[in-house]
């Protein structure tokens, strides 16, 4: 038996040696894929930074935060200086923590109450009563459109939903940096990496 597993577990061990020059490309995937969520975010913020302030510090129908001019130069300096620094794969590690922080912020400060799924879908796992109760509003949502609109024209660029705003979203992104934090900028295809490789070719020929 050993004679037949054996060749395959050197060609496996192989095959692995050689992918490691590839792996950066999973930490480019997830770097691209933060980018313009963090920059449409921060750009948003940035834009309209007089009604963020306000968001984030009304207590009735904001977060009530302590600080809000503070809380929302950080949250929107933190999305738009992180969005370039992972489009570079510069500090990706460290940067990654404070995008982390926002998204903790928004999963206890806004989207917990809501339960896990971004878009309310009853037959899904995790729905929660709000979830449930969503079926028949956009049931009797579509009858009204059906019969007092062009409900064709109006479902040609996709389906009706209701945006339940659970924490999906905004987990699964912390989710991702945390994965930057172990995996880094990406190997060949990151600032940090050739920094790095600089850096160690530098104190080599001390």
Not at 160 to 185: D, K, S
């Amino acid at each position: 038996m050993n004679k037949f597993i054996y060749p395959l577990l050197l060609r496996y061990q192989n095959f692995c040696s050689h992918l490691k020059h590839f792996d950066g490309i999973a930490a480019l995937s997830l770097r691209l894929f933060l980018v313009p969520v963090f920059w449409m975010a921060g750009s948003n913020k940035l834009a309209h930074f007089a009604d963020t302030v306000e968001w984030f510090g009304n207590p009735d129908w904001g977060l009530g935060l302590p600080f809000p001019t503070l809380m929302a130069t950080l949250a929107t300096s933190a999305e738009l200086g992180g969005a370039i620094l992972l489009a570079l794969g510069l500090a990706t590690r460290w940067i990654s923590i404070p995008l982390m922080i926002t998204m903790l912020v928004a999963i206890f400060t806004v989207h917990l109450p809501n339960g896990w799924q971004a878009i309310a879908d009853p037959q899904a796992p995790f729905a929660n009563m709000q979830v449930m109760e969503s079926a028949e509003k956009l049931e009797k949502a579509r009858e009204i459109l059906m019969t007092y609109g062009n409900y064709d024209w109006l479902t040609s660029s996709g389906s009706f939903v209701i945006l339940n705003n659970g924490i999906e979203f905004a987990a699964t992104y912390f989710v991702m940096l945390l994965a930057l934090i172990v995996l880094g900028g990406g190997r060949y295809v990151s600032v940090d990496y050739w920094l790095n490789h600089w850096i160690e070719k530098f104190h080599s020929e001390k």
